[in-house]
């Protein structure tokens, strides 16, 4: 596997082959893939990227497997969306919306992570995977590995959305509903993890998995013809996806796909799970842990693994963390599909209530391209804004009710 060297530490930097590792033994830093950039410049290019599937697996040269995708065949390459009455709204002239609310199977960028990560655990010849999840990742984990044929367990807070717990038992994996928080659940799956021989995306094969979240900004790129945005809104639960960007879009430009980024990154967390964006706001280089107490489960990991990282992404990239309240999470939710047809989940509502907020702050320019990311399909949090909208106009099955209840006698013939 030429195109991979194996592991390294992100802070003491010692290697370890590519296997199924995620904690380095001497400093107990977070291992990550090591390429042979290299090899990788000598086959890859735009024509051969574009003439790939469409999917994540277009980029398969910058992706952690020794063969062929084999899981998620159809994740990913998800529209970018101009966004131009979002813009106006909040006064961007230039404004795109990366839309996984329709990704494949399960509606969640959560599908590109997981094709990436269950494709590694068969190389591996793992027959059993699991996850520790705020309810997207269990949902994509589920029903990737129905068509993969691996046994499933996934484990989430008991309090999760039923709609999401829907989207777990119906493709038959194992549901444990554990009564705790995530934090909660993640400590409990380490546990497991280490007793148990299975794939766990999210702990042993996190090296692998979170290297899926590289394709938003491969395809952001390819979709805004072959150049980095000036700003991007990522929506921030361990911080994995906002590094991940930042790293996607830096490997383009080294292997000579893109041009110089300058792109700032900007990360979104609701204020009830808002660790990263306190340190940001505070100065400070580390992160404390909270207690989540959020509308948007899917962001409520109060102690995230890659939140150093993010935000150390932020700082070097010049961007900004915001958060936002409940209430503009419903807000945004409302917004974005009343001006783009896009009903978002809670992380979405978080996404474009950060973004107005920059935009309103000057942090965002009226006149650069911004990418907002929108992770999530609004039918997996219907309970969020269930109490915030119209209820319907009922009538009688005549033309007269009709006229008397909508108020129509005035507009016939307009």
């Given at each position: 596997?030429?195109?991979?060297?194996?592991?390294?530490?992100?802070?003491?930097?010692?290697?370890?082959?590519?296997?199924?590792?995620?904690?380095?033994e001497f400093c107990f830093g977070p291992l990550e893939v090591n390429y042979n950039y290299d090899e990788i410049k000598k086959s890859i290019s735009r024509e051969k990227i574009s003439k790939g599937p469409a999917s994540l697996w277009r980029y398969i040269?910058?992706?952690?497997?020794?063969?062929?995708?084999?899981?998620?065949?159809?994740?990913?390459?998800?529209?970018?969306?101009?966004?131009?009455?979002?813009?106006?709204?909040?006064?961007?002239?230039?404004?795109?919306?990366?839309?996984?609310?329709?990704?494949?199977?399960?509606?969640?960028?959560?599908?590109?992570?997981?094709?990436?990560?269950?494709?590694?655990?068969?190389?591996?010849?793992?027959?059993?995977?699991?996850?520790?999840?705020?309810?997207?990742?269990?949902?994509?984990?589920?029903?990737?590995?129905?068509?993969?044929?691996?046994?499933?367990?996934?484990?989430?807070?008991?309090?999760?959305?039923?709609?999401?717990?829907?989207?777990?038992?119906?493709?038959?994996?194992?549901?444990?509903?554990?009564?705790?928080?995530?934090?909660?659940?993640?400590?409990?799956?380490?546990?497991?993890?280490?007793?148990?021989?299975?794939?766990?995306?999210?702990?042993?094969?996190?090296?692998?998995?979170?290297?899926?979240?590289?394709?938003?900004?491969?395809?952001?790129?390819?979709?805004?013809?072959?150049?980095?945005?000036?700003?991007?809104?990522?929506?921030?639960?361990?911080?994995?996806?906002?590094?991940?960007?930042?790293?996607?879009?830096?490997?383009?430009?080294?292997?000579?796909?893109?041009?110089?980024?300058?792109?700032?990154?900007?990360?979104?967390?609701?204020?009830?799970?808002?660790?990263?964006?306190?340190?940001?706001?505070?100065?400070?280089?580390?992160?404390?842990?909270?207690?989540?107490?959020?509308?948007?489960?899917?962001?409520?990991?109060?102690?995230?693994?890659?939140?150093?990282?993010?935000?150390?992404?932020?700082?070097?990239?010049?961007?900004?963390?915001?958060?936002?309240?409940?209430?503009?999470?419903?807000?945004?939710?409302?917004?974005?599909?009343?001006?783009?047809?896009?009903?978002?989940?809670?992380?979405?509502?978080?996404?474009?209530?950060?973004?107005?907020?920059?935009?309103?702050?000057?942090?965002?320019?009226?006149?650069?391209?911004?990418?907002?990311?929108?992770?999530?399909?609004?039918?997996?949090?219907?309970?969020?804004?269930?109490?915030?909208?119209?209820?319907?106009?009922?009538?009688?099955?005549?033309?007269?009710?009709?006229?008397?209840?909508?108020?129509m006698s005035s507009k016939k013939g307009k």
């Amino acid at each position: 596997m030429a195109k991979i060297k194996g592991l390294i530490c992100r802070e003491c930097k010692k290697e370890y082959p590519a296997e199924p590792l995620h904690v380095c033994e001497f400093c107990f830093g977070p291992l990550e893939v090591n390429y042979n950039y290299d090899e990788i410049k000598k086959s890859i290019s735009r024509e051969k990227i574009s003439k790939g599937p469409a999917s994540l697996w277009r980029y398969i040269d910058l992706l952690p497997v020794a063969g062929e995708g084999s899981v998620g065949l159809h994740a990913g390459f998800t529209p970018m969306v101009q966004a131009r009455n979002l813009g106006a709204a909040i006064g961007l002239d230039e404004l795109y919306l990366k839309n996984d609310t329709v990704n494949h199977p399960t509606l969640s960028f959560k599908d590109r992570v997981v094709a990436v990560a269950l494709t590694r655990a068969k190389e591996f010849g793992f027959d059993t995977v699991a996850c520790a999840s705020t309810g997207n990742l269990a949902n994509a984990v589920s029903a990737q590995a129905a068509q993969a044929r691996l046994k499933c367990y996934v484990f989430i807070p008991s309090d999760l959305e039923s709609a999401k717990i829907l989207g777990n038992l119906i493709y038959k994996p194992t549901v444990v509903a554990v009564d705790g928080n995530y934090d909660d659940v993640n400590r409990l799956c380490s546990e497991i993890a280490s007793e148990y021989n299975w794939a766990f995306v999210n702990i042993n094969i996190r090296p692998y998995y979170a290297e899926g979240s590289k394709t938003l900004a491969y395809e952001t790129a390819e979709q805004l013809g072959w150049r980095s945005p000036d700003h991007v809104v990522v929506p921030i639960a361990s911080g994995s996806l906002l590094t991940k960007i930042w790293k996607g879009l830096k490997e383009m430009e080294m292997l000579g796909l893109i041009d110089n980024v300058k792109t700032v990154v900007n990360g979104a967390q609701p204020e009830g799970c808002s660790p990263v964006a306190m340190a940001y706001k505070e100065k400070r280089d580390f992160i404390k842990p909270v207690k989540p107490k959020t509308i948007a489960k899917s962001l409520a990991i109060g102690n995230p693994a890659d939140g150093y990282y993010a935000l150390k992404t932020v700082k070097e990239s010049g961007g900004a963390i915001e958060m936002v309240t409940d209430r503009e999470i419903v807000e945004g939710i409302k917004l974005l599909a009343e001006t783009e047809g896009i009903f978002a989940e809670t992380a979405g509502g978080v996404t474009v209530a950060v973004l107005r907020k920059l935009a309103k702050q000057g942090l965002i320019k009226k006149k650069g391209l911004a990418v907002a990311y929108i992770t999530g399909h609004g039918l997996k949090t219907q309970e969020a804004v269930a109490d915030s909208v119209d209820i319907p106009v009922r009538i009688e099955p005549n033309l007269t009710s009709f006229e008397k209840n909508l108020n129509m006698s005035s507009k016939k013939g307009k």
